[in-house]
Nanobody, 122 residues
Framework: QVQLVESGGGSVQAGGSLRLSCAASGYTLSRGCMGWFRQAPGEEREGVARIDSNGSTMYADSVKGRFTISQDNAKDTVYLQMNNLKPEDTGMYYC????????????????WGQGTQVTVSS
């Protein structure tokens, strides 16, 4: 069964950086799609970034130019490098995975991690 474990969250001041990691097991990264999502209290979960089996990436407009998603297939790990963080980036960040045939844009991910908290203060 697919298992995803996020790490790397924390508290930073605006303008700072964090690198989130998602360790995957029971899943072949090179043959699937991976995504990062976030959710603020009382709000819907939103897609932040995704990467497909070909290495193609997609980002939410709010994070373009600041966040970078990447994967290391040898280590079965997906990363989200977050630079120039803003208070509005605060939220619980989740890693997601699924077959690329099941995913369109940020919709269709069926496997989720437990999340890691990111807090950005001004």
């Amino acid at each position: 069964q697919v298992q995803l474990v996020e790490s790397g969250g924390g508290s930073v001041q605006a303008g700072g950086s964090l690198r989130l990691s998602c360790a995957a097991s029971g899943y072949t990264l090179s043959r699937g799609c991976m995504g990062w999502f976030r959710q603020a209290p009382g709000e819907e979960r939103e897609g932040v970034a995704r990467i497909d089996s070909n290495g193609s990436t997609m980002y939410a407009d709010s994070v373009k130019g600041r966040f970078t998603i990447s994967q290391d297939n040898a280590k079965d790990t997906v990363y989200l490098q977050m630079n120039n963080l803003k208070p509005e980036d605060t939220g619980m960040y989740y890693c997601a995975a699924d077959s690329c045939t099941s995913v369109q844009r940020f919709e269709g991910f069926g496997n989720w991690g437990q999340g890691t908290q990111v807090t950005v203060s001004s």
